[in-house]
């Protein structure tokens, strides 16, 4: 076996992996998930509704500053770890953010298919989770890396907000791995079919 092809199977999975309201919003329109953690368990979610063997996160700068924020995690540094953990995590972003103490935070521009092998290697042998937003998960679709799109839905519909995945995407480009209800929230696992 190559070295190239033994480097491709040790490489885990790219997940898209969100919380949706009914009706394919997975921010309301002043980017708060306030309607997320008012659902019965959206605040504290079942185990089975976080990605495992997750090698490094990737996040969009309004994700990013919402989870600062939402948190005061500037101010107490340690609640950094509480979800991210001690996985590298990537920032799409075009300005200049602040890192919190002790998070292994590595700022990017441009490109996914630009920063993939760094993002790649960072992850070792563990999963990469796009935590969000959607159009930053449409950016790793566009550039055929994403391999899994899990959803946790809500029982809420929003008027408006930031959309779940400003893509379109025809059926033949998904395949349903599972469905399951995790207390108030249905569970949907699909495998992204590569583009022929």
Do not use: C
Not at 103 to 115: Q, Y
Not at 156 to 178: C, K, N
Request: aromatic fraction near 8%; avoid cysteine; proline fraction near 6%.
């Amino acid at each position: 076996m190559s070295v190239a092809i033994a480097n491709i199977a040790r490489m885990g999975r790219i997940l898209f992996d969100t919380a949706t309201t009914i009706n394919g919003w997975i921010a309301d329109s002043n980017n708060s998930l306030a309607w997320l953690f008012a659902v019965d368990g959206g605040e504290h979610p079942d185990k089975g509704l976080f990605p495992a063997g997750v090698g490094a996160q990737v996040e969009g700068s309004t994700t990013y500053e919402w989870v600062l924020a939402e948190s005061d995690i500037l101010a107490h540094p340690e609640k950094w770890a509480e979800f991210h953990g001690d996985r590298p995590t990537f920032v799409f972003t075009t300005r200049d953010l602040p890192v919190p103490e002790g998070a292994d935070i590595r700022f990017v521009r441009g490109s996914v298919a630009e920063h993939l092998p760094a993002i790649r290697e960072a992850a070792g042998d563990g999963d990469i989770w796009v935590v969000g937003g959607g159009d930053l998960a449409g950016q790793f679709l566009d550039a055929g890396a994403l391999d899994t799109i899990a959803l946790s839905v809500a029982p809420v519909a929003l008027e408006g907000g930031a959309p779940l995945f400003p893509r379109r995407i025809e059926s033949d480009r998904l395949r349903l791995v599972s469905a399951e209800a995790h207390g108030q929230f249905a569970r949907l696992i699909y495998d992204v079919v590569p583009q022929a």
